[in-house]
């Protein structure tokens, strides 16, 4: 089945400061979604984004499908970006593949 | 419009008992995913259903668990005979019928077993 790697596995960064996190996948795919799980555990759709570029305020995703990686950028990290953040893509029909995820501190 | 709903969000059974996870998926959407996320890792799936079937059990351990979606109310996950190995978060995902791939998540359960 499809494969999905993620890095750094950690981040540890300043307040102000900004991030890029990284998502491979081994093959093929028409879609990518962005989560953030928050330190309650809640999971939470950052972007549903099968190509291309898009912005949601501070954060923003880039998928490059053809060289099949995606890239999630935060600028002006505050104390609430802390959390995991997961890269998944379908395979097959159904199913997600998640990665295994980044985990980022934002210390004050 | 609510987003995925899902009951209990924690649930505490010993070993021998059976958990029973609910889901309420989006309204306007008929297509139900289960995932589980062990500690410390990422989610995993489980089950897709839509309603009446079970589309993809794959990803199904294959005793003790089993998943239904009814014509009426909520998909429910049944775990029989809980051992400490299921403690986890269960998490279900909606998604609409002509998209099955962007799927909006619940707030998960979290179930421990002692």
């Known amino acids: 089945g499809i494969q999905v790697e993620q890095s750094p596995p950690d981040l540890i960064l300043q307040e102000g400061a900004n991030s890029t996190l990284r998502c491979n996948f081994s093959?093929?795919?028409?879609?990518l979604q962005w989560f953030h799980q928050n330190p309650w555990g809640q999971l939470i759709n950052l972007f549903y984004i099968p190509s291309g570029t898009k912005q949601n305020g501070r954060l923003s995703a880039t998928t490059v499908a053809t060289e099949r990686y995606s890239l999630l950028y935060i600028s002006s990290s505050q104390t609430t970006d802390s959390g995991v953040y997961f890269c998944a893509v379908p395979q097959g029909a159904q199913k997600l593949v998640f990665g295994q995820g980044t985990r980022l501190t934002i210390n004050p | 419009n609510a987003g995925v709903m899902q009951n209990p969000r924690h649930l505490v059974r010993r070993r021998g008992q059976e958990a029973r996870l609910r889901c309420s998926p989006m309204?306007?959407?008929?297509?139900v995913y289960w995932y589980r996320q062990l500690p410390e890792e990422g989610l995993k799936f489980m089950v897709y259903l839509q309603k009446e079937n079970i589309i993809d059990e794959s990803g199904m351990p294959k005793e003790r668990f089993s998943a239904e979606f009814p014509k009426e109310g909520p998909s429910i996950l049944r775990i029989q005979q809980v051992v400490r190995g299921d403690s986890a978060a269960y998490f279900c995902?909606?998604?609409?019928?002509?998209?099955?791939?962007?799927?909006?998540f619940g707030p998960g359960t979290r179930l421990t077993v002692t």
């Open positions: 093959d093929s795919v028409n879609n």
């Open positions: 309204k306007g959407h008929s297509h």
């Open positions: 995902a909606s998604s609409p019928p002509y998209s099955n791939y962007e799927q909006y």
